[in-house]
């Protein structure tokens, strides 16, 4: 762990405690800007005074990795993001994301073609106030009619532009992520997974079959490749029955939403959670998750929870 990261609060009870991004190092448990913006991510926030407040106490808090895109709002999430902490600290990674764009009717829609991907850098660039973005994910959508090595491609000149760092990954799966990786380095890897049966399981347009749910994990820890599972909670899925999970909170006094998170870092060495909310309190609810130390028999009877639901 470098000297910066040594100084601050890192007791979390499954290590390792941070990982790296290239050449950047990040505690393993960040903070998802999604939740920034008002209803559906758009808009802005009900209490702006309140979103502030949330993105100031992460960085008191310790966290220093921050998900965010410039289609959250659209532009909502990184404008509060610079408002409230701009300049930034030294060690906080800002992840931003592409491939994307939202419509007036409030859906999303691909926005991958290499002009429409470097419009969204600049976007990124100019609400974050930001020279160079740290790590920038690709997100791959279906149905973009952009061939997934063009869009890549043009991730890649803007990396050779100094307008992006890192690259990394979203939505991809293992064919996607091995065809980058035989033209670029790539630092994560951002797919859906969680303890409620969202794992990912991808569906893609160049497969005849639905991937095995663990596959891109398997293949980010056998490179070291960080993963950021995105819906970490499962948002409303954690009411429903879950007797493993509910288990593991009445056992070690903690709410659902903290076990979510422990089983995530538990998972694998890898895993890189980034839970969003626009409250303080469930900021730090999220962050106390951290020191949950689930057993394995918890880890691998939620797995199969997991998979059974999946």
Same mark, same amino acid.
């Given at each position: 762990?470098?000297?910066? +990261?040594?100084?601050?609060? @890192?007791?979390?009870?499954?290590?390792?405690?941070?990982?790296?991004?290239?050449? +950047?190092?990040?505690?393993?448990?960040?903070?998802?800007?999604?939740?920034?913006?008002?209803?559906?991510?758009?808009?802005?926030?009900?209490?702006?005074? &309140?979103?502030?407040? #949330? +993105?100031?106490?992460?960085?008191?808090?310790?966290?220093?990795?921050?998900?965010?895109?410039?289609? /959250?709002?659209?532009?909502?999430?990184?404008?509060?993001?610079?408002?409230?902490?701009?300049?930034?600290?030294?060690?906080?990674?800002?992840?931003?994301?592409?491939?994307?764009?939202?419509?007036?009717?409030?859906?999303?829609?691909?926005?991958?073609?290499?002009?429409?991907?470097?419009?969204?850098?600049?976007?990124?660039? &100019?609400?974050?106030?930001?020279?160079?973005?740290?790590?920038?994910?690709?997100? /791959?959508?279906?149905?973009?009619?952009?061939?997934? &090595?063009?869009?890549?491609?043009?991730?890649?000149?803007?990396?050779?532009?100094?307008?992006?760092?890192?690259?990394?990954?979203?939505? #991809?799966?293992?064919?996607?992520?091995?065809?980058?990786?035989?033209?670029?380095?790539? #630092?994560?890897?951002?797919?859906?997974?969680?303890?409620?049966?969202?794992?990912?399981? +991808?569906?893609?347009?160049? @497969?005849?079959?639905?991937?095995?749910?663990?596959?891109?994990?398997?293949?980010?820890?056998?490179?070291?490749?960080?993963?950021?599972?995105?819906?970490?909670?499962?948002?409303?899925?954690?009411?429903?029955?879950?007797?493993?999970?509910?288990?593991?909170?009445?056992? @070690?006094?903690?709410?659902?939403?903290?076990?979510?998170?422990?089983?995530?870092?538990?998972?694998?060495? #890898? *895993?890189?959670?980034?839970?969003?909310?626009?409250?303080?309190?469930?900021?730090?609810?999220?962050?106390?998750?951290?020191?949950?130390?689930?057993? &394995?028999?918890?880890?691998?009877? *939620?797995?199969?929870?997991?998979?059974?639901?999946?």
């Amino acid at each position: 762990m470098s000297d910066d +990261l040594s100084k601050k609060t @890192h007791d979390f009870a499954t290590s390792p405690a941070t990982i790296r991004l290239g050449d +950047l190092e990040v505690f393993r448990l960040g903070y998802g800007a999604m939740r920034l913006p008002g209803k559906d991510v758009w808009g802005e926030p009900e209490d702006p005074h &309140r979103a502030l407040g #949330v +993105l100031r106490r992460v960085i008191e808090l310790g966290i220093n990795l921050i998900d965010t895109s410039w289609f /959250y709002g659209p532009h909502v999430a990184n404008r509060l993001i610079s408002e409230a902490l701009y300049p930034y600290p030294k060690d906080l990674v800002i992840a931003t994301k592409l491939g994307g764009k939202r419509l007036p009717d409030k859906s999303w829609a691909p926005f991958a073609r290499p002009e429409e991907l470097r419009q969204g850098c600049e976007e990124d660039l &100019r609400t974050l106030r930001l020279e160079r973005c740290d790590v920038t994910h690709f997100r /791959y959508m279906l149905g973009t009619g952009v061939p997934f &090595r063009e869009s890549l491609d043009a991730m890649i000149e803007l990396q050779k532009e100094g307008k992006i760092r890192h690259l990394a990954l979203s939505n #991809v799966g293992t064919a996607e992520l091995l065809d980058a990786l035989e033209r670029t380095p790539i #630092v994560a890897v951002q797919n859906l997974y969680n303890v409620a049966g969202g794992l990912g399981s +991808l569906a893609r347009a160049t @497969h005849a079959e639905v991937e095995s749910p663990d596959a891109v994990l398997e293949a980010c820890e056998a490179r070291g490749i960080a993963y950021l599972p995105f819906f970490p909670l499962a948002i409303g899925n954690l009411g429903k029955a879950h007797p493993a999970l509910d288990g593991a909170a009445a056992r @070690h006094g903690a709410t659902p939403a903290q076990i979510a998170l422990a089983w995530l870092l538990a998972r694998s060495p #890898v *895993m890189l959670p980034i839970p969003g909310t626009s409250s303080i309190a469930h900021l730090e609810e999220n962050w106390a998750a951290r020191k949950i130390a689930l057993t &394995r028999d918890e880890v691998e009877a *939620m797995a199969r929870e997991a998979r059974a639901g999946g």
